[in-house]
C-alpha cells in the first residue's frame, strides 16, 4: 500500500469522518494544535463553512489507494489588509503514512498554490520544537527558523515550546 499513488484533493464534507479518525489518533493528535474528543460531526460543521469572500485559504487532502491518509491547508491571517501576502500552514499526516510522502506531496501543492496562483509572499507556522521529523520536513521546503517560543503550548499537561518558522517566495512574481 504504501508504494500506491498519492493524489492530492480539496477537502470535501465527505472527509469528515477521515479527518476526524487521523486529527483524533493519539500518535497524531501531540503534534497539532488540536484538541482531543474530535468527532465525524465537528468535521462536517468545518467543512461545511463557506470560504470568505476573497480568502486565498485552501484545505487539501492525500489520498492512497482511496483512503485519506493526510490533510493541510493555508490559512490567511483575517482581514488586515497589511498580511493580505501572508498564510498560516497546517499539515497531518496518518500515523500509519508517516515517512512515506505524503506530508511532501502536501508540502509540494501548498507551495505550488501559494507560488504560482495565490499572490502569497509569506508561508508561515508553529512546529513543535521536539518535532524533528516535522521540522526536517519544512526545512526542505524552504522553511527557516525564526524563533522559539517558550512555553508556547500545552500539551498532554506540559507547557510546551514551539519553533517559529516561515517561507518567503523564492522567486517572487515580476511584471512582464
Given at each position: 500500500?504504501q508504494?500506491?499513488?498519492?493524489?492530492?484533493?480539496?477537502q470535501?464534507?465527505?472527509?469528515?469522518?477521515?479527518?476526524?479518525?487521523?486529527l483524533?489518533?493519539?500518535?497524531?493528535?501531540?503534534?497539532?494544535?488540536?484538541?482531543?474528543?474530535?468527532?465525524?460531526?465537528?468535521?462536517?460543521?468545518?467543512?461545511?463553512?463557506?470560504a470568505?469572500?476573497?480568502?486565498?485559504d485552501?484545505?487539501?487532502?492525500?489520498?492512497?489507494?482511496?483512503?485519506?491518509?493526510?490533510?493541510a491547508?493555508?490559512?490567511?491571517?483575517g482581514?488586515?489588509?497589511?498580511r493580505?501576502?501572508?498564510?498560516?500552514?497546517?499539515?497531518?499526516?496518518?500515523r500509519?503514512?508517516?515517512?512515506?510522502?505524503?506530508?511532501?506531496a502536501?508540502?509540494?501543492?501548498?507551495?505550488d498554490?501559494?507560488d504560482?496562483?495565490?499572490q502569497i509572499?509569506?508561508?508561515?507556522?508553529?512546529?513543535?520544537?521536539?518535532?524533528?521529523?516535522?521540522?526536517?520536513?519544512?526545512?526542505?521546503?524552504?522553511f527557516?527558523h525564526e524563533g522559539?517560543?517558550r512555553?508556547?503550548?500545552?500539551r498532554?499537561?506540559v507547557?510546551?515550546?514551539?519553533?517559529?518558522?516561515?517561507?518567503?517566495?523564492?522567486a517572487?512574481?515580476?511584471?512582464?
Open positions: 500500500m508504494n500506491a499513488q498519492i493524489i492530492i484533493r480539496r470535501t464534507q465527505q472527509d469528515a469522518a477521515a479527518l476526524a479518525r487521523i483524533g489518533d493519539m500518535d497524531v493528535l501531540p503534534n497539532l494544535m488540536q484538541l482531543p474528543y474530535t468527532s465525524e460531526e465537528v468535521w462536517k460543521a468545518r467543512l461545511a463553512e463557506p470568505r469572500p476573497g480568502s486565498n485552501i484545505s487539501l487532502v492525500a489520498e492512497r489507494g482511496g483512503q485519506v491518509v493526510g490533510s491547508g493555508l490559512f490567511s491571517p482581514l488586515q489588509v497589511r493580505r501576502h501572508v498564510s498560516a500552514l497546517g499539515i497531518s499526516v496518518a500509519e503514512a508517516q515517512t512515506q510522502g505524503v506530508g511532501s502536501l508540502m509540494q501543492a501548498l507551495c498554490y501559494a504560482r496562483w495565490a509572499l509569506r508561508i508561515e507556522l508553529t512546529v513543535f520544537a521536539d518535532n524533528t521529523q516535522a521540522v526536517a520536513l519544512y526545512q526542505r521546503f524552504g527557516e522559539r517560543h512555553g508556547y503550548a500545552l498532554d499537561g507547557y510546551t515550546d514551539v519553533f517559529s518558522m516561515a517561507r518567503l517566495h523564492p517572487p512574481p515580476l511584471i512582464r
